[in-house]
């Protein structure tokens, strides 16, 4: 069974930046292909695609409301995917969620992913 926990969330000021961090382990990851992601929910809002990587990292996808300024990586020698945010902003407050699908392409749709972190908490202060 492959696990996902995700670390670097906070309490920031807009414009401000934070990089979060999720390491995976156990399963057959890192004997398979992974394809992996971050989604986000706000306080009574729908969990929503934040950005997703192909498996070997040769492509990324970004939702609109994020593109130029959150940047999805992956360094596969350490089981980890990186989200690096920038110019944050009170609308990007969530629980940022990892997830991993044993595929090699991403997905902007969370039913496609079988496995997924407990989260970590962004709150941007205005």
């Known amino acids: 069974q492959v696990q996902l926990v995700e670390f670097g969330g906070g309490l920031v000021q807009a414009g401000a930046s934070l990089k979060l961090s999720c390491a995976a382990s156990?399963?057959?990851?890192?004997?398979?292909?992974?394809?992996m992601a971050w989604f986000r929910q706000a306080p009574g809002k729908e969990r929503e695609f934040v950005a997703a990587?192909?498996?070997?990292?040769?492509?990324?996808y970004a939702a609109n409301s994020v593109k130029g300024r959150f940047t999805i990586s992956r360094e596969d020698a350490k089981n980890t995917v990186y989200l690096q945010m920038n110019s944050l902003t009170p609308e990007d407050t969530a629980v940022y969620f990892c997830?991993?699908?044993?595929?090699?392409?991403?997905?902007?749709?969370?039913?496609?992913?079988?496995?997924w972190g407990p989260g970590t908490q962004v709150t941007v202060s205005s």
């Open positions: 156990g399963g057959d990851f890192g004997s398979r292909l992974y394809a």
């Open positions: 997830a991993a699908r044993g595929t090699y392409f991403g997905s902007r749709y969370a039913q496609d992913y079988n496995y």
């Open positions: 990587i192909n498996a070997n990292g040769a492509r990324t």
